[in-house]
T-cell receptor
């Protein structure tokens, strides 16, 4: 069965600093990979996704992620964090398990210091 | 185009009571999913409808949970009787026919607190 690990529960960065959120997955085949964000009191918003092709994918709000098969990783990055980026970020892998399902990591909560 | 809508957005009920959550998917989306995140845990799959049929309900935690999708339009998720550990946020999502996971759209969630 697939699994997703987000090793950092909580990260604090200063506004304007760069950001990298880690995600490792376990899946036997080529995965579909996603990053979602949940702002306080809001739903899940898709930031970006990887299915195939270029391993560096661009998303909304200036985020990007790089798929590294050799490391089973799909880390999320942003060169300069804004205060509005404070939220919880979820990495997910999509796979067939009776039906197409998303398996999520436990999330990383991002705090931004002014 | 309207997104996935969920109702109620917040609900506080007492242990033993019943709560019904509703989800209206995006028009034309045959696939409808329920996920939930209970306190401190990861978001987990509950079940998947294709139109009115349950494609996969392997994630439903126990028989206190009942999901329906009459007519293949909106869906309801009933918890009866609710327990304290049911507290969390329940997400509904939908996607187009044959889309698999690659174009799933989530609603804003229904936040359930059982006291």
């Amino acid at each position: 069965a697939q699994s997703v690990t987000q090793p950092d529960i909580h990260i604090t960065v200063s506004e304007g600093a760069s950001l990298e959120l880690r995600c490792n997955y376990s899946y036997g085949a080529t995965p579909y990979l996603f990053w979602y964000v949940q702002s306080p009191g809001q739903g899940l918003q898709l930031l970006l996704k990887y299915f195939s092709g270029d391993t560096l994918v661009q998303g909304i709000k200036g985020f990007e992620a790089e798929f590294k098969r050799s490391q089973s990783s799909f880390n999320l990055r942003k060169p300069s964090v804004h205060w509005s980026d404070a939220a919880e970020y979820f990495c997910a892998v999509g796979a067939w398990a009776g039906s197409y399902q998303l398996t999520f990591g436990k999330g990383t909560k991002l705090s931004v210091i002014p | 185009e309207a997104g996935v809508t969920q109702f109620p957005s917040h609900s506080v009920i007492e242990k033993g009571q019943t709560v019904t959550l509703r989800c209206d998917p995006i028009s034309g989306h045959d696939n409808l999913y329920w996920y939930r995140r209970v306190m401190g845990k990861e978001i987990k799959f509950l079940l998947h409808f294709v139109k009115e049929s349950k494609q996969d309900e392997s994630g439903m935690p126990n028989n206190r949970f009942l999901a329906e999708r009459t007519g293949g339009t909106y869906s309801t998720l009933k918890v009866q009787p609710a327990e304290l550990e049911d507290s969390g946020v329940y997400f509904c999502a939908s996607s187009q026919p044959g889309a698999g996971v690659n174009t799933i759209y989530f609603g804003e969630g229904s936040w359930l607190t059982v006291v």
